[in-house]
């Protein structure tokens, strides 16, 4: 009889033990599953804030204060200058004007830049600081923005830019 005993004590201990580790795994698995939800929702998040220097304010004053605004891409960086091509002309046609790009901007990247008619006839950034705005992808505020206000009025251009000096 202590056998017995014995032997169905051991089988409710090893029956115990099995439960508890399977209650274990599944806990895990769900702990798993929150880390991995609150990742994706944080990546999420990162995306879609791709631009940290959004202000709607100095957007809306560029905008006022400027006579040519078009997105440009600056291709490469060479010696003699930049080449940089027009991708979309939101006011104006900039792509149709020589102007000259910074030598700050760096290759590889798109750009809003701002222009204005300045009172010698001569075509110059609107702002000293902040008329060339880089965009961070597709997903940026500013972009995001710019298109919202000139959606209607927007047309694409192909030209060319004069080397910078």
Known sequence: MKKLTIV???LFLMLSLVGCGKK????????????????KEKEASEEDLTTSNFDKEALDQLIKNSDYISRIRISTSTAEGMNTSFLK??????SQ???????TLSPNMEYIVFYKDDEKGEVSPTERDGAFIEIQG????????????????????????????
């Open 24 to 39: 274990k795994s599944n806990v895990d698995k769900t702990e798993d599953t929150k880390i991995s939800s609150i990742a």
């Open 97 to 103: 004007i020589e102007v000259t790009i910074p030598k």
């Open 89 to 94: 002309d939101y006011k104006g046609d900039l």
């Open 138 to 165: 597709d997903k940026d505020s500013n972009l995001i923005y710019i298109e919202k206000i000139f959606n209607s009025n927007s047309y694409s251009s192909t030209g060319k830019v004069s080397k910078e000096s």
């Open 8 to 10: 169905l004590m051991s």
